[in-house]
């Protein structure tokens, strides 16, 4: 049987549908819908369950990367007296303030996907998402077992001040000092999880450096661009390539044995899980202040047990 994430939220908090006593309006702002196929599933797949709920109007909003253009969002949201607001920050910093103004307005806020900073904990209702930490962690531990603790790496990033790219680059980091000291990270640089700026990138560490044993990459969409460049060096045999959300040209990677492993992220699992918090949070649900579902570890090895991402 494939293996399908089930977020954990829901078995732990109801989806109040009678709970609720009339139609709640959801908005939500998004980071960046287009700049990868993830955000795109997301939306698509948060979209279909605000519509298939009666319960829920949604206003879906994208921010295109601009944390600006998200701020100016969240006041309208504000302003529209929404029962409550999803957001996906475009900088975890830079939106406390906002979100602050949200809280002090009465209008509870459901962080999704990348974490908030640490200042605005206090002003959100529930995080729901992945726990990046962990994942990084997950992915120094793979690289730490295909390169039987030793070798020299570098390190594609995700966008520059992005909680979720902080994140996982402090977890593998950590984990791999940790794990194997004998392992070497010769560069980072971000290529801001587009698979075209990646290729350029790792077309420069392969300039640069005579020996990289590994590419470590904030998602599989930067780790493909990784790998294009380095076959078209003809330098992709040996190197191990390991990624942090499992997209569909990673796996596929992985089917072909050109790529070592990622971790497994839903989408569709990701959106759904929000707007369940965000529905709970309004019915007054005592919701888990952390609602991390599972992302777990997929390999060359049990790839077969997990069914291929659908971005």
């Given amino acids: 049987m494939k293996r399908t994430l089930l977020a954990s939220v829901a078995a732990s908090v109801l989806l109040a549908g009678p709970a609720l006593a009339e139609t709640i309006t959801v908005g939500i702002t998004q980071n960046n819908v287009g700049v990868d196929s993830y955000q795109t599933t997301y939306e698509k797949a948060f979209i279909e369950a605000a519509e298939a709920d009666p319960g829920v109007e949604a206003v879906v909003l994208d921010a295109g990367g601009d944390v600006a253009r998200q701020i100016g969002q969240m006041q309208d949201l504000i302003q529209k007296e929404v029962d409550v607001i999803v957001i996906w920050p ?50 120094a531990q793979m690289m730490c077992d295909a390169l039987d603790g030793k070798g ?58 005579d020996t990289i044993d590994g590419v470590y990459s904030g998602d599989d969409n930067m780790g493909v661009g990784a790998l294009n460049a380095a076959k078209a060096a ?72 997990f069914d291929k991402p659908v971005f």
């Avoid at 966008?159 to 994140?167: L, N, R, V």
């Fill in 234 to 305: 003809n330098r992709a045999d040996g190197v191990i390539f390991i990624g942090a959300t499992n997209f569909a040209v990673g796996y596929e990677a992985m089917g072909r044995g050109e790529y070592y492993g990622s971790v497994y992220q839903s989408p569709v699992e990701d959106a759904k899980n929000a707007l369940a918090t965000a529905k709970a949070v309004v019915a007054g649900e005592d919701v888990p202040k952390l609602n991390y579902f599972d992302t777990p570890k997929i390999t060359q090895d049990n790839m077969k047990d």
């Fill in 90 to 139: 475009t900088n975890g910093q830079a939106v406390v303030p906002i979100v602050r103004q949200a809280h002090q307005k009465g209008i509870p806020v459901v962080v999704t996907n990348s974490q908030i900073a640490d200042a605005g904990q206090e002003f959100i209702a529930a995080f729901s998402g992945p726990n990046n930490i962990i994942q990084g962690q997950y992915s």
């Fill in 152 to 209: 020299q790496i570098v390190q594609i990033a995700g966008q520059p001040g992005y909680t979720t790219a902080i994140e996982r680059q402090k977890g593998f980091e950590d984990e791999l000092a940790k794990a194997c000291p004998d392992v070497t990270i010769l560069e980072t640089q971000p290529g801001d999880w587009n698979r075209e700026k990646s290729q350029r990138v790792m077309e420069n560490f392969l300039t640069k450096y």
